[in-house]
């Protein structure tokens, strides 16, 4: 079974600067399927950034990028020039490649913008 | 496009009662999810639709929990009786198919449920 990690429960940052999110993963499948979801307070959840586990090459997305070490199982969420409008829950989630659509996610980082 | 409306937004029973949930999905998303969000945690999968077929309902609590998707459109997830610890709040999400890399994965806003 596929277990998701995420070790920070909360974590803050000042207006501009950039944070690092850490998540560690578990699974024994070699194609996979990894993602960052941010979830406001109205609750949807909404896709950041995601990577797909054969791809070397680190996923960006304007400000948000990844460090995706595959040995190591780790998937950390990098935001740059930190704005207000980040300031939500931030969730790791995982996904085996092939005929489904179930996703495992971690238990979610409390992320604080201040001004 | 439309998201995936959901409702109530929030909803509010006694121990023991029955309640019901309902998801519209976007138009065409042949695979409709349920996820279970405890406060605090990260949503957990009750059951999977394709169509108007049951893929996966392994994390379903089936004496309690049911879930039907009509026509392959509209679903809707019902609890009976309810538990204390059925409070949370219940996602709906739809994509296009299961296959691939998150086709048009999308989320609606929940319903927030407060079994007292």
């Known amino acids: 079974a596929q277990t998701v990690t995420q070790s920070q429960p909360e974590m803050s940052v000042q207006e501009a600067e950039t944070v690092t999110l850490s998540c560690t993963y578990d699974?024994?499948?070699?194609?996979?399927?990894l993602f960052w979801y941010k979830q406001p307070p109205s609750r949807q959840m909404i896709l950041v950034i995601r990577q797909e586990a054969y791809k070397q090459q680190n996923a960006t997305e304007n400000r948000f990028s990844v460090n995706f070490q595959k040995a190591a199982k780790s998937f950390s969420l990098k935001i740059s020039d930190s704005q207000l409008g980040d300031t939500a829950m931030y969730f790791c989630?995982?996904?085996?490649?092939?005929?489904?659509?179930?996703?495992?996610f971690g238990q979610g980082t409390t992320l604080q913008v201040k001004p | 496009e439309a998201g995936v409306a959901q409702s109530p937004r929030y909803k509010i029973i006694e121990k023991r009662q029955s309640v019901a949930f309902w998801c519209n999905p976007i138009s065409g998303h042949a695979t409709l999810y349920w996820y279970q969000q405890i406060l605090g945690q990260g949503p957990k999968l009750l059951i999977q639709?394709?169509?108007?077929?049951?893929?996966?309902d392994s994390q379903l609590p089936k004496d309690r929990f049911s879930a039907e998707r009509l026509k392959g459109v509209d679903s809707t997830l019902k609890i009976q009786p309810a538990k204390l610890e059925d409070s949370a709040v219940y996602l709906c999400a739809s994509s296009i198919g299961t296959g691939g890399f998150n086709y048009g994965y999308t989320f609606g806003s929940g319903t927030r449920l407060t079994v007292v």
């Open positions: 989630a995982f996904m085996r490649k092939g005929n489904t659509g179930k996703l495992i």
């Open positions: 699974t024994s499948e070699s194609n996979y399927y």
């Open positions: 639709f394709q169509n108007n077929g049951v893929v996966d």
